[in-house]
């Protein structure tokens, strides 16, 4: 699986963005996101199964932001509202062959085997 992930940029804090990430090679299973600010380990954001009641969130992300998958599942998008300026990351798309069957599974980043490019949000004014 390749993953090519798009959508970062810069924005005002309370703004919002979508971050897209295109799997290939076959349809994952488990897709999530996770960050990794400067100077800090990588932290989970958000991760879903193949349907949208199987969603996750980190409790920092809740109520602003929202995973979701394409039709075809092949496509997993982050829609970030109300962002913060400790929202400021690299953003990363993870994806799995199966999924998980726990939610602390899916929110644990040595579970995935494929990851792609970080793509940079930043949230400054």
């Known amino acids: 699986v390749q993953l090519q992930a798009s959508g970062g940029g810069l924005v005002q804090p309370g703004g919002s963005l979508r971050l897209s990430c295109a799997a290939s090679?076959?349809?994952?299973?488990?897709m999530g996101w996770f960050r990794q600010a400067l100077g800090k380990e990588r932290e989970f954001v958000a991760a879903m199964g193949r349907s949208a009641d199987r969603t996750f969130y980190a409790d920092s992300v809740k109520g602003r932001f929202t995973i979701s998958r394409d039709n075809a599942g092949n496509t997993v998008y982050l829609q970030m509202n109300s962002l913060k300026p400790e929202d400021t990351a690299v953003y990363f798309c993870?994806?799995?062959?199966?999924?998980?069957?726990?939610?602390?599974?899916?929110?644990?980043?040595?579970?995935?085997?494929?990851y792609g490019q970080g793509t940079q949000v930043t949230v400054s004014s």
């Open positions: 090679g076959r349809t994952p299973g488990a």
């Open positions: 993870a994806a799995n062959g199966l999924t998980f069957a726990s939610s602390r599974a899916y929110s644990t980043r040595g579970n995935y085997n494929y």
